[in-house]
């Protein structure tokens, strides 16, 4: 963990300011993995700190680009079958061979509503998910997501706020920015 929190700040990923999240709510810091995956021998680092969470899979899956790069450092680490839910893939005629255990891997989780959607994509093609490998969570609760194991190299829980409820809103500060590499209301 101390090792991931190095390469997180030295590659400028965590980022403090004003932010309004894909789900609308605003937060006071991001991390921005496009930083961090940017550099294949960072992103192979992070993707080490993941390892452990891979149990028996024979599959990983990345729901994002940013994941992507996780996901297919772990399954070329593991000899695995790495799938990626992106354009030009045949999600309606894909098809998990019977007997697929799937490791669904996320860069930055907030509220699970990516895990929901990738487990369903998953599951929808006959996968078996096995568990969850996230870089950086950061609910609240931390551990387990709906069931099923989930691994994080870093559990930093964030603070949101709705616009009234956010401090730098009534502080009269700006957003900073707009995270947005992510289909709306997924992060």
């Known amino acids: 963990m101390e090792h991931l929190k190095a390469l997180l700040a030295a590659s400028g990923a965590f980022l403090e300011g004003h932010y309004r999240l894909e789900n609308g709510l605003h937060a006071l810091s991001y991390y921005d993995c496009s930083r961090l995956l940017q550099y294949p021998q960072t992103a192979a680092q992070a993707a080490e700190e ?20 996780l996901a297919f450092e772990i399954a070329r680490r593991l000899g695995l079958h790495m799938i990626l839910d992106a354009p030009p893939f045949d999600e309606e005629s894909f098809r998990f061979e019977p007997e697929a255990r799937v490791l669904i891997v996320e860069d930055v989780v907030v509220t699970g509503r990516s895990l929901d959607y990738a487990t369903d ?11 969850y ?12 997501y709906r069931g099923i194991p989930l691994r994080a190299a870093l559990w930093d829980p964030i603070s949101t706020f709705t616009p009234p ?13 707009a995270p947005a590499n992510y289909p709306k209301g997924l992060r």
Not at 50 to 69: D, E, N, Q, V, W
Not at 121 to 131: D, E, S
């Open 50 to 69: 993941l390892l452990p969470g891979a149990g028996r899979a024979t599959h990983t899956f990345a729901p994002s680009i940013t994941s992507l790069i």
């Open 121 to 131: 994509w998953v599951r929808r093609r006959g996968g078996q998910v096995i568990g």
């Open 133 to 144: 490998a996230v870089l950086i969570d950061r609910r609240a609760e931390g551990g387990a």
């Open 165 to 177: 409820q956010c401090p730098a809103c009534r502080a009269g500060l700006p957003l900073t920015g």
